[in-house]
Structure formats: C-alpha cells, structure tokens
C-alpha cells in the first residue's frame, strides 16, 4: 500500500492499492484544503468553548439554588425553629443617604432564645431558665458606604413567642446601634407596664444623652418578628406606631408615636402560595415602609423598601431604600466560628 500526504495548501490526500480499486479509486477524490482544516478546527474550539460555558452556569447555578432554596419545608413552627438553629437572610441593599443610592447589603438573623421577662436579658443558666419565657429574636445587620467612609448598623428585637401559658404581648426590648466614622449612637426600648422606656446615647448634640417614656403603642422594629410568628398580628388601618430605630437615628428625630396607616395586601407570585405586602404610611413624615413575604409559613421576608425625603431644604430629595433577598440558609452559626467555617459567609454572598 501506497500513501502519500500532501501539503495543506491544496493538495490531495492521496491512498492506492492493488487490493481494492474501487474503494482506493474512491478515496482517492478525497481532497481537503487548508483553509477547511483551519475552519473546522475553528468550529471545534467555539463548539468546546460553548460546552465548557454551559457546564459551568449549569454548576453555578445549581450551588446558588442549594443555597438561597435550603429553608426547610417544614409547615409546623415548633419544627421549624428548634430543630435546624437560626435562620440567616442576607440582601441587597440599595440605601438612599445624603440626597443618593449607596449600595451595602442587609443580614436578617432570626433565632429563639429563652427570655427572662423581669429583667429582659437572656437566661443564661439554667436555674433561671426555669422563670424564662420563649421569644424570637431578631438581630437586623446593615452596612453601607457613603464615599469614603461607611455606615454599621445593627438592631436587635424581643418579640414573646405565645404559647398556652404566654399568649402573645407586645416586644419586649429592642436595642440598636448606629456607627460612622463621625462617631456612633445606642437607642433602647424596654417595656415598662404601659410605656416604653427609651434610653439614647449619642455622639451628636441634637440626640444627645435622653431618657423619655412613650406610651406602648405598636413598634414599627416588631413588625419583622410579628410577621414571622403571625401576620394576623399584624396592626391594620389607623395605627399609633413608633417609627423604626434606624430611621429616627439617621433623620435624628424626636422619640415620639406618629400616626399612620397599614395595610395587608396579597398576591399569587412566589413559590410558597403567594406573596402578602405589609404597607405602613406616615403621613407627617412622608415615609412610606413596604414589606413583602411569603404568605404561607413560614413567613419568610423577601424584600422591603422605604421610601421617604433625604436631606432638607431645597435639597431635600425622596428617595427610596431597597433590600432585595439573595442567600437564605438556616444553620447554628455560633458553632461556626472557625477559620474553616470562612467559607460559609463566602456561600451567603458576604465575601465578594
């Protein structure tokens, strides 16, 4: 057998052979250019390219849904609650400040605890947890940057969980802190028979250090946990309500209940049986809070906006605050706290 390989540019890859004419004499017409070479190796790696890419959205997007679909599917609350630890949200933040949208990102962490009501701090021990009282407490985590500098904020809520022997009341306790690089604040509300003591501290003059009783109206900082215990606690129609910790702290407004009106409404989106938005309206302040979660339990929040003026004067803009949810997991964090464990905050979107 003969064979003879020609160059690439127009010339034939030839094949002879006494054995078989008529297949030789038909291979024989078999040309192939080196522009078709190139071309088809060309196609190939386009083709291998387009495959790699799918594979690897495909990969992507499966990790992204184990995390941000791995709530449980339980439908019982004792189930839900305190069998799988603390249940950590974490959004997109658009915050409107200083007449702008900043980006920053939101951490909800919601976990039981048991409470001791006399002197409203955890029970600890377990001698005291025998005077305790179970609550659902929510510690809401925003930080943002404004040019150079950046915001953290925290705030943390004490909402009783109702049960036969403790039916529902009203929160406890809400603490929240607020720090910038011009120096920071700490606000406490603590339920007192029918007042909220309210102690403030401040870096800034107009706050300053003050401590001022308000009757126990609704508190705009429970709504997160009465949504997650029960929306029909939720306050309907004309309300008194004591605007959020975080608003008062950034406008540095007085301490005081506003009038408002809220509304539950409900829609078909979403995943688990609908989507309900809780609307609340300030009118003398021009502050309009929107919160969307699932209608079914377990309630879980998807996102919120805040619309309201930023700044003042004739430079006063409204602007609205966005938090869109991205990773949802539930997971007893307070054991992991290892340098192993650094990749589970890379999993919830909190290292880029």
Same mark, same amino acid.
């Given at each position: 057998m003969?064979? @003879?390989l020609?160059?690439?540019?127009?010339?034939?890859?030839?094949?002879?052979?006494?054995?078989?004419?008529?297949?030789?004499?038909?291979?024989?017409?078999?040309?192939?250019?080196?522009?078709? /070479?190139? #071309?088809?190796?060309?196609?190939?790696?386009?083709?291998l390219?387009?495959?790699?890419?799918?594979?690897?959205?495909?990969?992507?997007?499966?990790?992204?849904?184990?995390?941000?679909?791995?709530?449980?599917?339980?439908? =019982?609350?004792?189930?839900?609650?305190?069998?799988?630890?603390?249940?950590?949200?974490?959004?997109?933040? $658009?915050?409107?400040?200083?007449?702008?949208i900043?980006?920053?990102?939101v951490v909800?962490?919601? /976990?039981?605890?048991?409470?001791?009501?006399?002197?409203?701090?955890?029970? =600890?021990?377990?001698?005291?947890?025998?005077?305790s009282?179970?609550?659902?407490?929510?510690?809401?985590? *925003?930080?943002?940057?404004?040019?150079?500098?950046?915001?953290?904020? @925290?705030?943390?809520?004490?909402?009783?969980?109702?049960?036969?022997?403790h039916?529902?009341?009203?929160?406890? *306790?809400?603490?929240?802190?607020?720090?910038?690089w011009?120096?920071? /604040?700490?606000?406490?509300?603590?339920?007192?028979?029918?007042?909220?003591?309210?102690?403030?501290? #401040?870096?800034?003059?107009?706050?300053?250090? *003050?401590?001022v009783?308000?009757?126990?109206?609704?508190?705009?900082?429970?709504?997160?946990?009465?949504?997650?215990?029960?929306?029909?606690?939720?306050?309907l129609?004309?309300?008194?309500?004591?605007?959020?910790?975080?608003?008062?702290?950034?406008? @540095?407004?007085?301490?005081?209940a506003?009038?408002?009106?809220?509304?539950?409404?409900?829609?078909?989106?979403?995943?688990?049986?609908?989507?309900?938005?809780?609307?609340? *309206?300030?009118?003398?302040?021009?502050?309009?809070?929107?919160?969307?979660?699932?209608?079914n339990?377990?309630?879980?929040?998807?996102?919120?906006?805040?619309?309201?003026?930023?700044?003042?004067?004739?430079?006063?803009?409204?602007?609205t605050?966005?938090?869109?949810?991205?990773?949802? /997991?539930?997971?007893?964090?307070?054991?992991?706290?290892?340098?192993?464990?650094?990749?589970?905050r890379? $999993?919830?979107?909190?290292?880029?």
């Amino acid at each position: 057998m003969k064979f @003879m390989l020609g160059g690439y540019r127009d010339k034939r890859l030839s094949f002879d052979s006494a054995q078989d004419d008529a297949t030789l004499n038909a291979r024989d017409d078999v040309t192939l250019s080196g522009v078709e /070479v190139l #071309s088809t190796l060309k196609s190939l790696y386009i083709k291998l390219k387009c495959i790699i890419l799918l594979t690897t959205l495909f990969v992507v997007f499966l990790n992204y849904t184990s995390v941000a679909l791995s709530l449980p599917e339980e439908k =019982d609350f004792h189930s839900y609650w305190y069998n799988y630890g603390a249940e950590i949200t974490c959004f997109e933040l $658009e915050q409107g400040r200083y007449g702008e949208i900043h980006s920053g990102h939101v951490v909800l962490i919601f /976990v039981t605890e048991p409470f001791l009501p006399d002197i409203q701090v955890k029970a =600890d021990f377990e001698a005291s947890r025998e005077k305790s009282i179970p609550v659902l407490k929510l510690n809401l985590i *925003k930080r943002f940057d404004t040019g150079i500098y950046d915001y953290s904020m @925290m705030k943390s809520v004490f909402t009783p969980i109702p049960s036969e022997q403790h039916q529902f009341s009203k929160t406890l *306790k809400v603490s929240t802190t607020r720090q910038d690089w011009c120096g920071h /604040v700490y606000l406490q509300y603590n339920l007192e028979g029918d007042h909220y003591k309210v102690e403030q501290y #401040s870096y800034f003059e107009k706050e300053g250090d *003050k401590t001022v009783n308000i009757p126990s109206v609704h508190l705009e900082d429970e709504i997160w946990t009465r949504i997650r215990i029960d929306p029909k606690t939720l306050p309907l129609g004309k309300i008194e309500m004591i605007p959020g910790s975080f608003f008062t702290t950034l406008r @540095m407004i007085d301490l005081r209940a506003e009038k408002a009106v809220a509304e539950l409404t409900n829609t078909q989106e979403g995943d688990r049986g609908g989507v309900s938005q809780y609307t609340v *309206k300030y009118p003398s302040l021009g502050r309009t809070l929107s919160i969307r979660f699932n209608r079914n339990f377990p309630h879980d929040i998807l996102s919120w906006s805040e619309t309201c003026p930023s700044g003042s004067g004739e430079d006063a803009k409204v602007l609205t605050t966005k938090a869109t949810r991205t990773h949802a /997991v539930m997971v007893d964090y307070w054991n992991k706290n290892s340098v192993k464990d650094l990749k589970l905050r890379k $999993e919830l979107g909190l290292i880029k």
